[in-house]
């Protein structure tokens, strides 16, 4: 049973290409204002910077404990769930959510122990399909169309208080999870897509055309799932025999 103290920690802020490392300070600030430290930057252009420590404003606990990564994957490593941030609808067909709705949801997750990711994209070409694609949830600010794109660190901001609004409202009984089992973390299930993208390779299933499209659906298939470690141990093993058929068939021949 997770306490209420511990919610928080278990909320991960994900920068991912952050062009200005003033934005990098300014999320922080955001994020503390709110109750949140934990920050997870991928491939920023600076950090650390002079500029991000300045526009922090004392949120350099934030600062000092945020993780830098390569890539997303290594990001998101040890969540559960995963919720993308973007301004404009994307071709990756994933649910749809308000701040509001994502929030509720995330907290419903944290409640069960299970650690959450909010994924924020790079400021000027926001997040991109593939990134999208490692998300359960796009989470779109309601903004108007005309004048639809928020700061970096607004957009933080606005997911930080709903955040915050939740934890701090009346505690609804949590929806019970899909599956007995914790689901999968990012980093299983990232080696089960690259698994399941071999396999197809080697039963040739693609036939000459590019995998983008139905790698994509098949992403969002088994996100929606939350298969559990178990669950994964089993499709592996079938994976794997198909791979040895497929070799065998291609002996003969």
Not at 97 to 119: D, I, K, M, S, Y
Not at 130 to 149: K, T
């Amino acid at each position: 049973m997770t306490v209420a103290s511990d919610l928080p920690g278990l909320f991960r802020f994900v920068l991912v290409r952050t062009s200005h490392p003033g934005n990098i300070g300014s999320a922080a600030r955001a994020m503390r204002t709110m109750g949140f430290s934990r920050m997870n930057l991928v491939a920023p252009h600076r950090f650390p910077d002079r500029e991000a420590s300045a526009m922090a404003a004392g949120a350099d606990d934030v600062l000092e404990g945020a993780g830098v990564h390569d890539g997303l994957v290594d990001a998101l490593a040890g969540t559960r769930i995963a919720f993308g941030l973007s301004a404009r609808r994307r071709g990756v067909n994933l649910p749809e959510l308000t701040p509001r709705e994502a929030a509720a949801q995330a907290l419903a997750a944290a409640e069960r122990g299970e650690e959450v990711a909010l994924v924020f994209g790079n400021e000027r070409t926001g997040l991109e399909n593939d990134e999208l694609a490692r998300c359960h949830a796009m989470v779109r600010i309601p903004s108007v169309d005309d004048f639809s794109s928020l700061n970096l660190s607004q957009a933080v901001q606005v997911m930080a208080y709903e955040l915050r609004i939740a934890l701090l409202g009346e505690k609804l009984p949590s929806p019970p999870p899909l599956n007995d089992e914790p689901p999968a973390d990012a980093a299983q299930m990232e080696r089960f897509y690259e698994h399941l993208l071999q396999t197809l390779d080697d039963i040739d299933f693609h036939k000459g055309r590019a995998p983008t499209m139905i790698m994509l659906r098949l992403r969002k298939l088994f996100q929606r799932a939350q298969m559990d470690e178990r669950e994964l141990r089993m499709l592996h093993g079938i994976l794997a025999d198909a791979q040895r058929m497929a070799k065998l068939a291609g002996e003969k021949k």
